[in-house]
């Protein structure tokens, strides 16, 4: 059973609006959570982490918002761009080590 | 140009035609792993790495072995190639082991296994 799910395989965005992305996960062992950002035929490149003490980390357009009791995390882009479209992943860690547990992954396509 | 370098990037090969697929670091980083990419299932570890012949078993080892003799190469090795070993293949490294050691991908190989 997989432990990070992301349930929405695509989402689709107008340039300048807010893109959210979710992320749930099963294991309340994991304490570190990261996103990936991954464009055709490029390997993943790291984008946004958060802590589990922490309930939001923004770097730039990127914020991302964690919801412990719910076991549920998000990404938020402000403003979405053109440049964002690519397929965005969640990973987890525990254990104080980064052996990810990825999620399957969202489709984002931001368009004019 | 700090990288992770993968060859081939792509491979289409027959069932039981041992294969490797090298990966390879200029980083510098202890930590190395193998990774398979699977419509709906995301990433999932195969084999990792963290120094010099010392590596281990990730979530879906079976199939593959590894080895790592330098600090820079870390190939994986699949003696008997089935179908179900296509897939999307990535290396990744890392300086470290904590969360905060980010790990770089290299750019995928994706195997298909006739």
């Known amino acids: 059973d997989q432990q990070v799910k992301q349930n929405s395989p695509s989402l689709s965005v107008q340039e300048g609006r807010i893109s959210i992305l979710n992320c749930d996960y099963t294991?309340?062992?994991?304490?570190?959570f990261l996103w990936y950002k991954k464009y055709p035929a490029e390997g993943p490149t790291f984008l946004i982490s958060i802590s589990s003490i922490k309930d939001k980390n923004e770097d730039g357009r990127f914020t991302v918002f964690l919801n412990k009791s719910a076991k549920h995390l998000s990404l938020h882009i402000v403003p979405s761009q053109p440049g964002d479209s690519a397929v965005y992943f969640c990973a987890a860690a525990s254990g104080g080590y980064n052996k990810l547990i990825f999620g399957a992954g969202t489709r984002l396509a931001v368009h004019p | 140009e700090a990288q992770v370098t993968q060859n081939p990037r792509y491979l289409i090969t027959v069932t039981g035609k041992k294969l490797t697929v090298t990966c390879s670091q200029n980083m510098n980083h202890e930590y190395m792993s193998w990774y398979r990419q699977d419509p709906g299932l995301g990433l999932r570890q195969i084999y990792y790495?963290?120094?010099?012949?010392?590596?281990d078993k990730g979530d879906v080892p079976e199939g593959y072995k590894v080895s790592r003799k330098e600090k820079r190469n870390f190939p994986l090795i699949l003696e008997s190639p089935s179908p179900n070993q296509t897939s999307l293949y990535f290396c990744a490294s890392s300086i470290g082991l904590a969360y905060t050691d980010t790990q770089y991908f290299g750019p995928g190989t994706r195997l298909t296994v006739l």
């Open positions: 790495s963290m120094n010099v012949e010392v590596t």
């Open positions: 294991n309340s062992m994991f304490d570190y």
